[in-house]
């Protein structure tokens, strides 16, 4: 019924279908004309409700932490849209369930407390003290009232609440902590040698009939994708900014009237002292760098010069000689983190340890220097683009409206939309349902391209709203279905993978083989490396985070028991690249407790406890979560 009425949306009997659906939408709203609710229940748990509404700006607040974190990095069409949604829905089925708990054992948080709490805020504040206009407007661009957003901080404050009452009253023993340390820092006097998959199998041929039943039975392996091309208007700031008039006299204007946009950012010299811990570091390197940079900041409180520990203490190779300067800063060069401590400082104070993805540091402003304006000639091309920005923008709307009016009347053709528009409509190239280049990369787009509608029925897309104020309108030109590739297209890659897997089996059949000898006392692994003529790897001390031997021969390494009095252990595993490992631990040397300084002590055992209580807080919440009567709608991801 909807494809007839689509087809035939023209003249007075398409105005009349219009009117007798617009009425009921005018006076009850769509809901009431679809018979359903004006916000539907995405999840139930325990039978508290979850809205769809709720579901939707969780996920909103999601992205926007994503693309806060990842900033210039951050692109959507890496986080499948499905699958985030799960996340969210499983995270917010778990905060329910701690809410619940929290509820079951009255735990409360005052209003006198959540007030204090949310003034305590930086962000809320100016000159130090509480701004009710900052406040109002924060929560206003969020889209909230003041009483919700107090009621999720004083969830929030609960669930900490909740977690501290579990996680925080763990406790680790002297004897946790030796043990912890005996294994965490134990080290292994491994050797190994590699047998190679590739010589093994030496100038193995597959034959014909090897390789027509190896790509019959990997088929899957050998298929085209389903795939499209479309073709598709793309409407954007820069595609409209493009026809836009500009003179001498508009670009003035325009500068007279933003002035204050033009200003060069503020500069601000720094010096800073870097104690190392990057994101991949243990736990333990965290804490050791953390209370490290704790005890400089101490020291400088006390008096000791900046520059002299820099020069002693700071990891920073570039600024460390320097006394920590690292010159003049402006926006965007920085860590995030670093950037904005440098900025929020006032000169010749000293801030808290900050941390980045290269570890803390604690910073000093020791020069400001103020934006001012470059005048019009210097920033002219800085002054056209935001100029057409800005009339792009006021013109995007109207031509965007213009645009899904046009495709959706006529349904089977962009080139009207084209015409009307002054555009030529843009060519892709193949892409499956992974998605293409560019904007074509977006699920959005791809999930147009592929729907029903697009793909089956031949009309154009709806309106595609995309990152960056870009607007798309797409149709599928052509379309292939998914096929395998013709044996004779993919031979070179069969015999190849053949080859690979041969040899692969060659080597872990030999490898097993020269195992059971090795276990059995008939031979060693020199004799075998010298019999062979294979390399061995000399005995090297290896750490569980050792990276100068590959990762499996390091994690079997751990594996294998203690070595007995005069006999190593000796363990096998296979590579995979198709080789295969032989090796022998013939020491073990435990960490040693003793050698952790009273600080270092109490740093690992707290965090230890810290470690301990967060997973018995995980235990705590999976086990509520399994005896939970959860109800998760059938249109929502993972149903």
């Keep these: 019924m909807l494809l007839a009425i689509r087809e035939k949306a023209q003249g007075w009997v398409a105005w009349l279908i219009v009117g007798f659906i617009t009425i009921p939408f005018a006076l009850w709203g769509i809901q009431?004309?679809?018979?359903?609710?004006?916000?539907?229940?995405?999840?139930?748990?325990?039978?508290?409700?979850?809205t769809q509404r709720e579901v939707e700006q969780q996920v909103r607040e999601f992205r926007d932490r994503l693309r806060n974190q990842l900033g210039k990095a951050y692109r959507p069409e890496l986080f499948d849209d499905k699958l985030l949604r799960k996340q969210v829905i499983e995270q917010m089925i778990n905060d329910q369930v701690l809410v619940e708990t929290a509820d079951d054992w009255n735990l409360r948080i005052s209003d006198d407390f959540v007030r204090q709490y949310i003034q305590s805020i930086p962000y809320f504040q100016s000159n130090g003290k509480f701004n009710v206009q900052a406040y109002n407007t924060a929560i206003r661009n969020q889209g909230m009232s003041q009483r919700g957003f107090e009621e999720s901080i004083r969830k929030d404050l609960v669930m900490q609440q909740l977690r501290n009452g579990i996680a925080g009253s763990a406790i680790a023993t002297d004897y946790e902590l030796n043990e912890t340390v005996r294994l965490r820092d134990q080290e292994r006097e491994t050797s190994y040698l590699l047998l190679s998959g590739e010589k093994l199998a030496g100038d193995y041929q597959p034959s014909e009939e090897e390789l027509q039943s190896y790509y019959e039975t990997h088929a899957q392996t050998y298929m085209v994708p389903e795939r499209v091309k479309v073709e598709y208007i793309l409407l954007s700031p820069t595609v409209v900014g493009a026809s836009i008039e500009v003179t001498e006299e508009k670009l003035r204007d325009y500068y007279a009237q933003h002035k204050d946009e033009f200003q060069a950012p503020e500069e601000r010299r720094v010096r800073h002292i870097l104690i190392q811990a990057p994101e991949t570091a243990d736990q333990a390197t965290v804490e050791a760098a953390r209370a490290k940079i704790e005890d400089i900041a101490k020291r400088l409180e006390n008096g000791e010069r900046f520059e002299d520990l820099a020069r002693e203490f700071s990891d920073d190779p570039g600024s460390k000689e320097q006394g920590g300067d690292v010159g003049w800063i402006s926006p965007g060069l920085m860590a995030k983190a670093f950037e904005d401590a440098a900025y929020k400082l006032e000169k010749g104070k000293l801030s808290k340890p900050v941390r980045t993805p290269f570890g803390f540091h604690l910073l000093e402003v020791t020069e400001i220097k103020s934006g001012g304006e470059g005048g019009f000639d210097v920033l002219r091309d800085e002054i056209e683009t935001a100029y057409r920005h800005n009339q792009a923008e006021q013109l995007l709307f109207d031509?965007?409206?213009?645009?899904?009016?046009?495709?959706?009347?006529?349904?089977?053709?962009?080139?009207?939309?084209?015409?009307?528009?002054?555009?030529?409509?843009?060519?892709?190239?193949?892409?499956d349902r992974k998605g293409g280049q560019g904007v074509l990369a977006s699920p959005k787009v791809v999930a147009a391209a592929f729907s029903e509608d697009v793909l089956l029925e031949n009309n154009n897309s709806e309106l595609i709203e995309l990152e960056g104020d870009q607007l798309l309108v797409l149709r599928v030109v052509e379309h292939e279905a998914e096929h395998p590739q013709a044996f004779a297209d993919v031979k070179e890659q069969v015999a190849a993978a053949l080859k690979r897997e041969k040899a692969s089996e060659l080597a872990k059949a030999k490898g097993e083989e020269s195992l059971q000898a090795l276990r059995a006392g008939e031979v060693t692994l020199e004799q075998m490396a010298k019999d062979q003529d294979w390399?061995?790897?000399?005995?090297?001390?290896?750490?569980?985070?050792?990276?100068?031997?590959?990762?499996?021969?390091?994690?079997?390494?751990?594996?294998?028991?203690?070595?007995?009095?005069?006999?190593?252990?000796?363990?096998?595993?296979?590579?995979?690249?198709?080789?295969?490992?032989?090796?022998?631990?013939?020491?073990?040397?435990?960490?040693?407790?003793?050698?952790?300084?009273?600080?270092?002590?109490?740093?690992?055992?707290?965090?230890?406890?810290?470690?301990?209580?967060?997973?018995?807080?995980?235990?705590?919440?999976?086990?509520?979560?399994?005896?939970s009567d959860v109800e998760v709608a059938k249109d929502q991801p993972g149903n």
């Design 32 to 50: 009431s004309y679809l018979g359903v609710s004006s916000d539907p229940v995405a999840v139930s748990v325990d039978g508290a409700e979850i």
């Design 399 to 431: 031509k965007a409206e213009k645009l899904a009016d046009l495709s959706y009347e006529t349904p089977d053709s962009l080139a009207p939309a084209a015409d009307a528009l002054q555009l030529e409509p843009l060519q892709s190239d193949w892409f």
């Design 535 to 627: 390399k061995l790897e000399s005995a090297v001390s290896i750490k569980r985070n050792s990276t100068t031997l590959p990762a499996m021969i390091r994690d079997t390494a751990f594996a294998l028991p203690r070595p007995e009095a005069g006999k190593p252990s000796v363990g096998g595993v296979a590579l995979g690249n198709g080789d295969y490992a032989l090796l022998k631990v013939s020491k073990v040397i435990d960490g040693d407790p003793s050698k952790l300084d009273e600080a270092a002590r109490k740093t690992a055992q707290k965090q230890l406890a810290k470690t301990k209580g967060e997973a018995q807080f995980n235990l705590m919440g999976r086990y509520l979560r399994e005896h």
